[in-house]
């Protein structure tokens, strides 16, 4: 069996915060499903040790619309977002066409 | 992506903040606490021994599946040559590290997992081996290190696992979702799952009809919410947390062998990682092909490279005493090598008699037979190669004063004067911390029931052997007949 790597079905996420597209990553298929399952029925975001953070989430199709609580600058909640896609096992990616969305409100 | 340099590999796991509990506290970085860092470095330098031309042809392979050079720690072996470099591999990384390797459970587990899902999708039709294949191809892309979780809790051992008080004691299902299922339980005595990128999670033996729920196998990042790591607190591990200077420990950079208790408190994996769901009838088989490649390796091979070191440390401490040309001395380093060698024959031997496994799915598996013998050789062997170390080494190793006392200004005078012998105290002190590690440290019951207990070993060399034929041979020498001949 051969397999090119570009055929897998892997999965690019875009994260957006802000309103502005970040950075996009790219895991193994169901990557999205572990980020939405974490955020939506254990109510914490990957690798991220504060508690309570999510304040709301909204899953429609491919995009996860997160609310944080606190007053977290862009560029922490930024940092929260790496930690919590590279926790899923997901990897910074500048390639690929992003089928996945998670968008980020304070 | 290229194999990953040790620094790259460092690199990737900043970010990775599993759930891990040291002594009960919660780690918040796997680089700055002293004890996860030992596991982070010993791995970085598998890394490192991949990035190395002469080691090339241990360390590196060919995916079958892209054609690109991996890590041998992803590869799925296709030849007694693979299966021979395999445990090379485990040989010179033990030697290298002193230490677990980190990934050698996750590589056992990949290779049973890859002749197991080809043999579900022919037998059953399902699509396990493509999805195993693809996971693994993305793992291999990535230079991902994966460790591997096998051992359950398993409560009280006269009752099965559906059997249990508290059905937790074995990994199982507790929702299967749309997109995924949801599993709880726990893996105990897993070596360094919390410096790896992902866990193989394989059954932890056979299971009968009716047992569904606990036949699962997958793969899971290790920042998973849901997923704590209970790591194991020793006096090792309080040493190295109190000491100023690691130099002053038994193995400075890379430690003793870290496990942790995994647990799963209903923890989420989507389908696309998950390669063996409810097929009781193949989780021994999974297992046994596992189980039979780790022996080669984790008795042939491992511990032959950590002998290798205590036989080194031994050498040492004997010409730092003066002691080295005694004959007896001679005798007992000459039993070291004699315990040690004949485990990695065995080893050797299971990989040139190396069969494929299922016929047809191209994957390579170790004689089962060599493997266990090179297993339960050295789980006895070692505890000589400890007390021959130990007695070599003298009651110093156990009695010695703390290396940095040479340096104190009221005692460092006698320290200095009364612990120099054929060599200077400091070389003398050194090499006896380091035996201290060895023989009066975690690796002697870790190798004992590493790869399964001796008694596995015995029961699986009774199952392998074909005793009737060995009485006949007998007989036709000795000239018996059987009245029913």
């Known amino acids: 069996v051969k397999i090119n790597i570009e055929d897998i079905d892997l999965e690019v996420i875009t994260v957006m915060v802000g309103g502005n597209p970040i950075q996009n990553y790219e895991g193994f298929g169901g990557t999205f499903a572990s980020l939405a399952d974490s955020c939506i029925r254990k109510k914490v975001l990957p690798g991220v040790f504060e508690e309570g953070i999510i304040a709301n989430v909204e899953l429609k199709n491919n995009n996860l619309l997160l609310s944080l609580s606190g007053e977290y600058v862009d560029d922490r909640i930024i940092d929260f977002m790496d930690i919590a896609l590279k926790n899923t096992g997901a990897f910074p990616v500048q390639k690929g066409t992003a089928s996945f969305l998670v968008e980020v409100k304070r | ?485």
């Not at chain 2, 190793?397 to 012998?421: C, N, Q, R």
Request: proline share 4%; glycine share 10%.
């Open chain 2, 1 to 485: 992506m290229a194999l990953k340099t040790a620094q790259e590999y460092i690199e990737s796991v900043k970010k990775l903040t599993p759930k891990v509990f040291i002594g009960g506290k919660r780690v918040e970085s796997l680089l700055d606490d002293p004890t996860t860092l030992t596991v982070v470095n010993a791995t970085a330098k598998i890394y490192d021994l991949a990035q190395d031309p002469k080691h090339k042809e241990v360390m590196v392979a060919t995916s079958h599946l892209t054609g690109e050079p991996i890590n041998r720690n992803l590869n799925v072996a296709r030849s007694t040559n693979d299966l021979d470099m395999r445990q090379e591999m485990a040989l010179l990384t033990s030697q290298s590290v002193g230490t677990c390797n980190y990934r050698c459970v996750g590589c056992d587990a990949i290779n049973g997992l890859a002749a197991t899902t080809w043999e579900m999708d022919r037998d059953l039709g399902t699509d396990y081996n493509k999805r195993f294949n693809e996971f693994l191809a993305w793992a291999q892309t990535n230079d991902l290190a994966c460790s591997g979780a096998i051992t359950d809790a398993k409560g009280d051992r006269k009752k099965r696992p559906s059997q249990q008080d508290d059905i937790d004691m074995h990994l199982h299902v507790v929702d299967k979702k749309s997109d995924g299922i949801v599993v709880r339980g726990a893996k105990v005595s897993q070596s360094g799952a919390i410096g790896a990128h992902e866990t193989m999670v394989l059954p932890g033996g056979a299971l009968r009809e009716g047992e569904e729920d606990f036949a699962l196998a997958f793969a899971i990042p290790n920042g998973t919410p849901g997923l704590t790591y209970i790591c194991q607190y020793n006096a090792y591990t309080a040493e190295r947390e109190a000491a100023d200077n690691i130099w002053e420990l038994g193995n400075p950079l890379y430690g003793q062998r870290e496990t942790s208790t995994m647990v799963f408190d209903d923890v989420f994996v989507p389908w696309e990682r998950v390669f063996l769901f409810g097929e009781t009838k193949y989780c021994g088989r999974l297992v046994m092909r596992f189980a039979k490649t780790h022996r080669m390796n984790c008795g042939g091979a491992c511990k032959v490279g950590f002998a290798d070191l205590i036989i080194g440390g031994t050498l040492l401490a004997a010409e730092y005493t003066g002691v080295e040309k005694i004959s007896h001395i001679q005798e007992k380093i000459v039993d070291m090598i004699r315990f040690s060698e004949t485990s990695h024959a065995c080893a050797i031997a299971a990989a040139v008699r190396g069969r494929e496994e299922p016929k047809g799915s191209g994957v390579y598996l170790p004689d089962d037979l060599f493997g266990n013998a090179a297993k339960l050789n050295i789980a006895h062997g070692f505890w000589e190669i400890l007390k021959n170390a130990g007695d070599i080494g003298g009651g110093g190793v156990v009695t010695m004063p703390k290396e940095s006392d040479l340096d104190h200004p009221e005692i460092g005078k006698w320290v200095k004067k009364y612990f120099a012998s054929a060599a200077p105290a400091e070389k003398r002190l050194r090499v006896m911390k380091f035996l201290q590690h060895w023989s009066a440290g975690l690796h002697g019951p870790g190798t004992w029931h590493g790869a399964g207990a001796p008694q596995t070993q015995r029961f699986m060399m009774s199952v392998l052997t074909d005793f009737d034929a060995k009485k006949k041979m007998a007989k036709e020498i000795m000239g018996i007949k059987d009245e029913e001949e």
